[in-house]
T-cell receptor, first 105, second 118 residues
Framework: QKEVEQNSGPLSVPEGAIASLNCTYS??????FFWYRQYSGKSPELIMF????GDKEDGRFTAQLNKASQYVSLLIRDSQPSDSATYLC?????FGAGTRLTVKP | GAVVSQHPSRVICKSGTSVKIECRSL??????MFWYRQFPKKSLMLMAT?????????EQGVEKDKFLINHASLTLSTLTVTSAHPEDSSFYIC??????????????FGDGTRLSIL
């Protein structure tokens, strides 16, 4: 079992819709959870981090953490074409394979 | 703030060459930096944790004699790929966190180095 698992996608949503990205992890003792965005050929850039169960909102982004289910998600509201990228879930220092998101105009 | 600079951005060289990649924290001190490797359309694979003033901690399966890491100051870590071969071609990325508690802090990434071995 991989330590951090994500659906590789691609996930395609129309402009203005909500994009939902999911991630599961195997280490029940994990304490820190991060979402990064990576454009093709570029390094990852941090979007959000979350440490506690529940929701954390930052602008159009909401991170959701459920430690009992070992599940963390990222919601992107009012998706824009510029949001098209690969989204990486990281748990502690381990990264998932990423989900490629395409937002169609 | 929290800028990490990585150099060079791209290297193309012949098989057997050793290549050094630098990672600098520009506006903060980083006692710990991290080196990742990424193949096309794959996720980041943690190679090693670079500790200032001490030996690096390598992940399982990463050859320490192949990938030499030096962290001589609080703002600089280097990765040297020794006697590089075509299979070492990849995108190498460094990162650092601002505080000393590294496992629960966001990482700030350098721009990466694309290494191509002919």
């Amino acid at each position: 079992q991989k330590e951090v698992e994500q659906n590789s996608g691609p996930l395609s949503v129309p402009e203005g819709a909500i994009a939902s990205l999911n991630c599961t992890y195997s280490d029940r003792g994990s304490q820190s959870f991060f979402w990064y965005r990576q454009y093709s050929g570029k390094s990852p850039e941090l979007i959000m981090f979350i440490y506690s169960n529940g929701d954390k909102e930052d602008g159009r982004f909401t991170a959701q953490l459920n430690k009992a289910s070992q599940y963390v998600s990222l919601l992107i509201r009012d998706s824009q074409p510029s949001d098209s990228a690969t989204y990486l879930c990281a748990v502690n220092m381990r990264f998932g394979a990423g989900t490629r998101l395409t937002v169609k105009p | 703030g929290a800028v990490v600079s990585q150099h060079p951005s791209r290297v193309i060289c012949k098989s057997g060459t050793s290549v050094k990649i630098e990672c600098r924290s520009l506006d903060f001190q980083a006692t710990t930096m991290f080196w990742y490797r990424q193949f096309p359309k794959k996720s980041l694979m943690l190679m090693a944790t670079s500790n200032e003033g001490s030996k690096a901690t390598y992940e399982q399966g990463v050859e320490k004699d192949k990938f030499l890491i030096n962290h001589a100051s609080l703002t600089l870590s280097t990765l040297t790929v020794t006697s590089a071969h075509p299979e070492d071609s990849s995108f190498y990325i460094c990162s650092a966190s601002i505080t000393g508690s590294v496992s629960n802090q966001p990482q700030h990434f350098g721009d990466g180095t694309r290494l191509s071995i002919l």
